[in-house]
């Protein structure tokens, strides 16, 4: 079935850093790719998502390139700060009318001035 | 920006009793799922509904129903709350024609005592 991998947190970084968050996923047929943040207290915002291969998804100085030849969807920003603290969560949404989204673990990132 | 609510925020209640967690959404979207998440930030489907009248069990067994009588509003009801229902709960909709975009509620975050 669908799955979804994406590394363990925490993720701690001073300001300023450069951040990858890995996720790699299972899945049959081309799945849609999706980031999500969760700020404290706060549900889920989209922050970015792909379509179809090679697409890349970019958001508030974030990225994420959908590599299907490496079935990985990581997400990047150059230069991280405080205000970045949260929770990020990848997901996959099969095809087909009903849209359900498979969700990994969640990464949590702590950044510090 | 999506216009999806959730109330309460917060509730805190006893064992037994019956509590309904409310959401609606003003997009007129067709689909709408609730999610459960855990302390340790994994979410879980619980249900969803392709459209008024139609429900769907999740992924995850939950002692909880759902009711969907009009597009806008899919509120979740416990008839017998216990303390293994705390969690977050999140409610989330879709067009299904944004390839499986979904946009979440703020959470309701549950607690009984």
């Known amino acids: 079935g669908n799955s979804v991998t994406q590394m363990e947190g925490p993720v701690t970084l001073s300001e300023e850093a450069f951040l990858t968050i890995n996720c790699t996923y299972t899945?049959?047929?081309?799945?849609?790719l999706f980031w999500y943040v969760q700020y404290p207290g706060e549900g889920l915002q989209l922050l970015l998502k792909?379509?179809?291969?090679?697409d890349k998804g970019s958001n508030k100085g974030f990225e994420a390139t959908y590599r299907k030849e490496t079935t990985s969807f990581h997400l990047e920003k150059g230069s991280v700060q405080v205000s970045d603290s949260a929770v990020y969560f990848c997901a996959l949404s099969g095809r087909g009318g009903y849209n359900k989204l498979i969700f990994g673990a969640g990464t949590r990132l702590a950044v510090h001035p | 920006e999506a216009d999806i609510y959730q109330t309460p925020r917060y509730l805190v209640i006893g064992t037994g009793k019956k509590i309904t967690l409310e959401c609606s959404q003003t997009?007129?979207?067709?689909?709408m799922y609730w999610y459960q998440q855990d302390p340790g930030m994994e979410l879980h489907l619980i249900h969803y509904?392709?459209?008024?009248?139609?429900?769907e069990k999740g992924d995850l067994s939950s002692e909880s129903t759902v009711s969907r009588i009009r597009t806008e509003h899919f509120p979740l009801t416990l008839e017998s709350a216990r303390p293994s229902h705390t969690s977050q709960y999140l409610c989330?909709?879709?067009?299904?024609?944004?390839?499986?975009?979904?946009?979440f509620g703020p959470g309701t975050r549950l607690l009984v005592l």
């Open positions: 989330a909709s879709s067009d299904g024609a944004a390839k499986g975009t979904q946009y």
């Open positions: 997009m007129g979207h067709d689909k």
């Open positions: 792909a379509t179809k291969a090679d």
């Open positions: 899945a049959t047929g081309y799945p849609s």
């Open positions: 509904s392709y459209g008024v009248n139609s429900t």
